[in-house]
């Protein structure tokens, strides 16, 4: 089982800065993927951005030059620095790790975190 713990958001004025942080622990054999997905209300969820284990980054295409994932792999914990931000970044940020624990690879959720920009 791995176990993901999320911080970092916040209400936050637009053109403001945030930066969310997803620590996995736990039985973790090896992560594969790990990263943010993002979920409005009424939308499908979507990806923001995500590190592969061989260090390759992917973000979306509305995220670009404003977001920069990171991660500290001794600690099994990605960041993510949000700079001017918009009132359409508002969502529940997801924090997701696609890792092998105990036999099974499986992707794991965060509960998220709420991340509102507004006036």
């Known amino acids: 089982q791995v176990q993901l713990v999320e911080s970092g958001g916040g209400l936050v004025q637009p053109g403001g800065s945030l930066r969310l942080s997803c620590a996995a622990s736990?039985?973790?054999?090896?992560?594969?993927?790990m990263g943010w997905y993002r979920q409005a209300p009424g939308k499908q969820r979507e990806l923001v951005a995500t590190?592969?284990?061989?260090?390759?980054?992917n973000y979306a295409d509305s995220v670009k030059g404003r977001f920069t994932i990171s991660r500290d792999n001794a600690k099994n914990t990605v960041f993510l620095q949000m700079n001017s931000l918009k009132p359409e970044d508002t969502a529940v940020y997801l924090c997701?790790?696609?890792?092998?624990?105990?036999?099974?690879?499986?992707?794991?959720w965060g509960q998220g975190t709420q991340v509102t920009v507004s006036s």
């Open positions: 997701m790790c696609n890792a092998r624990s105990l036999g099974t690879t499986y992707n794991y």
């Open positions: 736990g039985s973790i054999f090896r992560i594969n993927a």
């Open positions: 590190f592969t284990s061989g260090g390759t980054t």
